[in-house]
């Protein structure tokens, strides 16, 4: 007489099945929610893209490693942003800056990143900035 084990004809043998770990892999979720916005998004992927740890270091280190993963132009705001409503934007390849108001700020970065002109028009339009002109106040 033959038994039937997992649709199998089996005459005279017992099979018992015993479930057997194969292989263990470690899964660390890794999830972007969609429901937060496509800046969140975009964020998100910035982030993860180019981790650049801005909480430690002086700036010349800070300006290194952006110059090292490849960014153009960086823009800086210190203390000044206060009495003089500008900002310092830097060229990498130079690694030149000037002082741009904020106003004229996404103007002077469109322009050169589409390439409708040069640093040197912008040195030659915005004042150059060699250092930290101002401290905050002690009042």
Known sequence: MA???NNYAVRGATHIMQPQQLCMVDVIPSV???SFGIGRILYTILEHSYRVDDSSGSIGRRYART?????PFGVTIDFDIIKTDS???RERNSTRQVRVKISELAEAVRGLVRGWFVWADVEAKYPAFSGQESTTSQE
């Open 3 to 5: 038994r039937r084990l």
């Open 32 to 34: 972007i929610e969609p």
């Open 67 to 71: 110059d090292e993963i490849g960014i």
């Open 87 to 89: 900002v310092t934007l």
